[in-house]
């Protein structure tokens, strides 16, 4: 492993303040610095954000494989709103997994997660569990997360129902309060941006265990 001048630099001036940061390393280029120290300001802002306001990973439920052995039912990490219990009991329909609120306090009486059993149908399945009819609407988002988004009212309750565009492909439902989807909106998209399928969730299950914003690159050696 090569490390430069900059990248021994970096390290030590992470956790100083950016304009004290670039006034000691002029050598090795200011935007360059601009744009690691910024990039490493907002993994802290996102960090402390995602620990603010999002639970421990959801506890992913399990079946039985060709073997016979207990095996998750699909490969994903999932960090539900703050407040939702980390493990969940299947709803009527077979398809949902529910989870509920640890306490009193929870904002969201559910959170409700399916897995694809086959990608073709899945979207059609959710549609009727959770119907997307003409009084649906399709939510404003602060971020371009690949899903397939609507939301409605049935009283007392908003129904938010998100549908990743992923292989395989994952459903999360958010049902909260009726008039406070614009409350909750930043908690929503901050815990489905926590969502990872396939070979990305293992990797976020170790971010998620580093409990860190850190993040340094190891540089090949030439």
Known sequence: MKWTICDLLYT?????PL???LSMVPACGLSEYEKRMEGTQKREERFREENKFLDEPATIPT????????????????????GTQSSGEVEGNKLFWRYRPSGSGGAFPVVALAFASDNSTFLEEVQRVYPRSAKAWT????????????????????????????EPKVAVVFIFGKGRANELRKIMDLSLQSLAVGSESGAAQRRYRQKSPWKLENKPSS
Not at 12 to 16: H, P, S, Y
Not at 147 to 155: A, G, L, Q
């Open 63 to 82: 079946q039985k494989n060709k073997e016979g052995q207990e095996v998750p039912a699909a490969d994903v990490f999932f960090r539900p709103p703050k």
């Open 19 to 21: 304009a004290l940061c």
């Open 139 to 166: 939510p404003q988002r602060t971020t371009p997360l690949p899903f397939d988004s609507w939301e409605y009212d049935e009283d007392p309750y908003t129904y938010s129902v998100n549908v990743a565009q992923s």
């Open 12 to 16: 030590f001036v992470r956790r100083l």
